[in-house]
């Protein structure tokens, strides 16, 4: 007898219900590598299920399945009933060779043959009568069923409008988004308060702001004008920032380019930006836009002066 594969026994097993237990062992030569078990629908080990592992081979659970399923229809065949015997049809109580009771034929009504054509002419008149009496069918028109109305399908929603980019020169109300928006450089740390402060202090210096607002505040760009003796009015980026989830949008350069266009008003020539070398690609994004790279920016706080107090300061 060919030995059948796994599926074919976990399906032949199936039929029975019951459940094919197949050994894990992917080695040869280790454990019960190889060897199957069976057991009930409940989990109960019915064969080549043992303490130290799985004993029986695929021949022993196909011989096993097969004379499952031949005690089965051996036992199937001898729980089904025999087929009723059909009852025998009652015999005639008159013995053979006796002739039956002799019906007597109806009387008919005598039929006058001495009449010439009396046979004839009945005939159609009997034809006329039964087409009078039977019954001509009648025709109902019955009205077509009107088809129930389709349901008019729902409306789609529609999708809501994306937010659009405005730049705009910032105010006092946007402080508590510019003091979470500047955290992001490295070393700034201020309240909503010292964010209004300082933005009335650089309206005092005719210096600026603009805020890029996406349903929200998701960038800022500040400059100021610096009168120099040597190059007369340079325009300066004081800080450009855009949120770490909005960045490589373009919300940058239109930012700049707002600034570039105020700097130009006050009369400034040349524009110079600080690139934070805290920021990530800070540096690539000025020489994307042309900025070239002219010198080197060092920064240091003022010492505490002779009475004590020491000067605040804040660097761009």
């Not at 094919?20 to 009930?40: A, C, I, N, Q």
């Not at 004993?55 to 659970?61: E, K, W």
């Not at 005092?204 to 040597?230: F, N, R, S």
């Not at 989830?245 to 020539?269: F, Q």
Request: aromatic share 4%; charged share 30%.
């Amino acid at each position: 007898m060919a030995e059948v594969g796994d599926d074919q026994l976990r399906e032949m097993a199936e039929h029975r219900g019951l459940k094919l237990v197949k050994s894990r062992r992917r080695k040869p030569g280790t454990g019960d590598f190889g060897k199957y078990g069976l057991t009930d629908a409940g989990g109960k080990a019915l064969l080549g299920i043992g303490d130290d592992g799985l004993t029986a081979s695929a021949q022993d659970i196909q011989d096993y399945l097969r004379t499952s399923e031949q005690s089965t229809w051996k036992q199937s065949a001898d729980t089904t009933p025999d087929r009723p015997a059909s009852p025998e049809k009652p015999r005639s109580p008159v013995p053979d060779g006796e002739d039956g009771p002799v019906r007597r034929r109806s009387k008919r009504a005598p039929v006058d043959r001495s009449a010439p054509g009396a046979r004839e002419d009945s005939a159609p008149e009997l034809q006329k009568s039964a087409a009078k009496a039977r019954p001509k069918p009648s025709l109902k028109l019955v009205p077509k069923a009107e088809a129930e109305p389709k349901p008019k399908p729902e409306p789609k929603a529609e999708p809501a409008p994306a937010p659009v980019l405005r730049v705009r020169a910032a105010t006092s109300a946007d402080s508590d988004a510019l003091s979470a928006l500047l955290s992001q450089l490295n070393g700034v740390s201020l309240d909503s308060a010292e964010v209004a402060d300082n933005l009335a202090a650089a309206r005092k210096a005719k210096a600026g702001m603009v805020v890029a607002d996406l349903d929200g505040i998701v960038g800022c760009c500040g400059w100021a004008v610096v009168a120099t003796v040597h190059r007369g009015a340079i325009g300066r980026l004081t800080a450009l920032v855009v949120d770490k989830g909005h960045r490589r949008r373009g919300i940058g350069t239109e930012m700049l380019a707002a600034a570039e266009t105020a700097l130009a008003k006050a009369g400034c020539r040349q524009v110079e930006a600080m690139s934070d070398i805290t920021i990530n690609n800070s540096h690539n994004f000025f020489r994307s836009l042309k900025f070239e790279q002219t010198s080197y920016r060092f920064v240091r706080g003022i010492e505490e002066q002779s009475s004590g107090e020491r000067v605040r300061t804040r660097t761009d």
